[in-house]
């Protein structure tokens, strides 16, 4: 089992420590086992356990850990598989890119290697940190050797992504990245500045900073490198959220995408037929019973390619921040882009007409960008922390609870974690 306090990481090659971090090649066969360990073990945890606590995903098993994350609540257990699972997979690609980043830093390396180097981990990091802390009321920045990591509270976290991911650019600008790197590490369907400029604008969102945000998307969507960045699957490494609906029927999308009341998506909304497929019966009655879906879009088969980021989430990035800028014009602008939308290079199309609703109520148009954001981003972890983000006040019951928005605020931090590190924070009540 992976604790914050622990450093050891696994790739393709096996090569001992010394190897990798002593030489270009380890760093390059480092490089390849973190995009292979985060794009099969860790992309499903990132994605499956916020998930079921925001009801995307619908229990079709009577398997305990997915059960406790159906019914939340203050008894979830902190020895649950629901919460430890995400916890020890991305603490563990979170030390694999630490290793990569004091490698690069270490070994000679020519300039545009070592920038490349420096840019893919510090992007990695970025995004563990910043799936831990969407789960976890705190996390720790840095592993530690001595089973003593210290924890840091969100704002402090998602200030570290946003540093990540700056120097990342920066690294870049400076040194352009070596064909050596770009073709040993990079696959065809990635775009490193790309990403990283999409889950900057992603942080600077979650921090508040939304000019910052803006900024970042527009060099996603005003880039002339036309390429989709996506997790690319094979017969040896299938693609883990069909491994855990379609293949293994554990869990199904629920219909509506778990939307309900004014949420519910708009009759039309060519983005239904795109994620959900046919009726596929009802969750488990004890996990809430709600009616379930054929699982379709990008889970549909065991080699589909998954987004790293999607387009649609830049603009509706935009719109979230300009609204909350009180740009309430160009919040609608951007807003309408999504609904609109026909020619997406992924073919999420809502093909929906303009937004009828109040143009000069902040909180009406924050509302539907929320119902946009859970539909357009439907299963890539985000929902867990933008429910959070509209609806602070949302009123969690501290019982099972089945039906909610969501049933947790935070995760309670795994058992594991409290018996090896002295600084393991304090659970919070829900």
């Not at 148009?365 to 867990?384: D, H, Q, V």
Request: with cysteine; proline share 5%.
């Amino acid at each position: 089992m992976f604790t914050a306090c622990d450093t050891e990481f696994e790739n393709p090659n096996n090569p001992t420590e010394d190897v990798v971090l002593g030489t270009k090649e380890g760093l390059f066969a480092l490089a390849t086992g973190i995009r292979q360990y985060y794009s099969v073990t860790v992309l499903r945890q990132v994605i499956e356990a916020p998930g079921i606590t925001t009801r995307e995903l619908g229990v079709t098993n009577t398997f305990l850990n997915i059960n406790e994350l159906a019914k939340g609540g203050a008894e979830l257990p902190s020895e649950s598989g629901g919460i430890t699972n995400p916890w020890t997979t991305i603490l563990k690609a979170k030390g694999m890119a630490e290793s990569l980043i004091d490698g690069a830093n270490t070994v000679e390396l020519a300039s545009g290697t070592k920038s490349g180097l420096l840019a893919y981990g510090n992007l990695i990091k970025a995004m563990c940190l910043g799936a831990l802390i969407e789960m976890f009321e705190e996390a720790p920045i840095d592993n530690a050797s001595d089973g003593a990591a210290a924890f840091s509270d969100k704002a402090t976290v998602l200030a570290e992504c946003i540093m990540l991911l700056e120097d990342a650019n920066d690294a870049l600008a400076a040194d352009p990245m070596s064909d050596d790197f770009e073709t040993s590490v990079l696959w065809s369907s990635f775009s490193l500045e790309k990403t990283i400029n999409a889950f900057l604008s992603r942080y600077q969102l979650m921090a508040g900073l939304y000019t910052e945000s803006i900024a970042s998307a527009n060099a996603v969507l005003n880039s002339s490198d036309a390429t989709n960045s996506m997790w690319v699957y094979d017969a040896n490494n299938e693609n883990p959220i069909w491994n855990r609906t379609v293949n293994s029927a554990d869990l199904n999308p629920q219909t509506n995408f778990g939307l309900t009341g004014d949420y519910i998506p708009e009759a039309g909304d060519g983005r239904i037929d795109f994620y959900l497929g046919a009726d596929a019966g009802f969750a488990n009655a004890d996990a809430g019973g709600q009616a379930l879906s054929e699982m379709l879009g990008f889970f549909s088969s065991s080699t589909a390619s998954i987004p790293v980021y999607l387009p649609g989430e830049m603009m509706l990035n935009k719109a979230e921040a300009y609204a909350r800028l009180e740009d309430l014009d160009d919040a609608v602008i951007q807003l309408n882009l999504v609904r609109e939308k026909t020619t997406d290079p992924l073919g999420v199309n809502a093909n929906l007409p303009a937004w009828t609703g109040d143009e000069t109520s902040k909180d009406d148009i924050l509302e539907e960008i929320y119902k946009n954001r859970s539909i357009e981003l439907f299963l890539t972890g985000l929902r867990f922390g933008d429910s959070k983000r509209f609806h602070p006040d949302f009123n969690v019951p501290l019982e099972a609870n089945t039906t909610n928005e969501r049933n947790r605020n935070y995760y309670p931090y795994p058992s594991i974690e409290r018996e090896n590190n002295p600084n393991t924070p304090d659970d919070p009540t829900i």
